[in-house]
């Protein structure tokens, strides 16, 4: 059992041919969020990839609660955006879940042997997790759908922690200088402050959604691991158990 650091569609595909569990890691914020909505009470989410798609879906989940994002904030028609702090309303109710980058990379890895959403938030729940089915790893920092030269800093620091969680021995196999780069970073300077300097972060200040970047950075504040099951082209996350 080997652990993989593969950015993006990439990273989605390495899983999906070769029987690996992907964890995708979109750490600000599809996957915090995801994390928080199953922590704080959500039923189940289905991920779609677009606004429209997730429009439909309200057509047929209409007690269901539309949360995502585009451009950082709510597109027209939803409920919430993609904040983990807006989690709490979810309690007991379903979410059809849309963002920019996180959700259609959750799509893309649909065949992969198990799918999880992971991020700073979780990471040692979704390491343990991710190793006991005994498979490669494939941890996949999201980067930025519209954009592949995006530098998606806060994303490998979040994938790099999630390896680091499983423990200092573990076996390595893409991306082994990139783990050895993030994780030298990451011991020097800390994860709020990679979270901080991040272009994302710049994002989402521009926004005023900046509280969401701190929120993002706290290591394993839950425990919840959103695990993805395909139906049809779509996906439904529950809690792993």
């Known amino acids: 059992m080997r652990w993989h650091l593969i950015e993006g569609e990439a990273g989605c595909k390495y899983a999906v041919d070769n029987g690996c569990v992907a964890v995708v890691v979109d750490a600000l914020r599809a996957s915090s969020t995801a994390a928080q909505l199953l922590a704080d009470g959500a039923r189940e989410i289905l991920v779609v990839r677009t606004v429209n798609e997730a429009l439909s879906a309200k057509q047929d989940w209409p007690d269901a609660l539309l949360y995502g994002e585009r451009g950082g904030l709510p597109p ?10 807006e989690a709490k309303h979810a309690r007991g109710r379903r979410v059809i879940f849309s963002t920019t980058t996180g959700a259609g990379r959750m799509v893309s890895a649909w065949g992969a042997a198990a ?57 390595l196999g893409e991306g082994a200088s990139a783990y050895a780069y993030w994780r030298a970073r990451i011991e020097v300077e800390g994860i709020p402050k990679l979270f901080a300097t991040a272009p994302h972060a710049d994002k989402l200040r521009a926004v005023s959604m900046e509280a969401d970047i701190a929120y993002c950075a706290q290591p394993d504040i839950c425990s919840s691991i959103p695990v993805g099951t395909a139906r049809h082209a779509l996906g439904v996350l529950t809690q792993a158990v």
């Open 115 to 171: 799918v999880y959403l992971g991020a700073v938030v979780n990471a040692k729940a979704v390491a343990a997790q991710a190793q006991s089915h005994n498979r490669d790893i494939v941890l996949i920092p999201a980067g930025l759908a519209d954009d592949p030269n995006f530098d998606a800093q806060e994303d490998w620091v979040g994938a790099t922690a999630i390896a680091m969680a499983a423990g200092d021995a573990i076996p």
């Open 76 to 85: 027209e028609g939803f409920d919430y955006g993609n904040s983990p702090l």
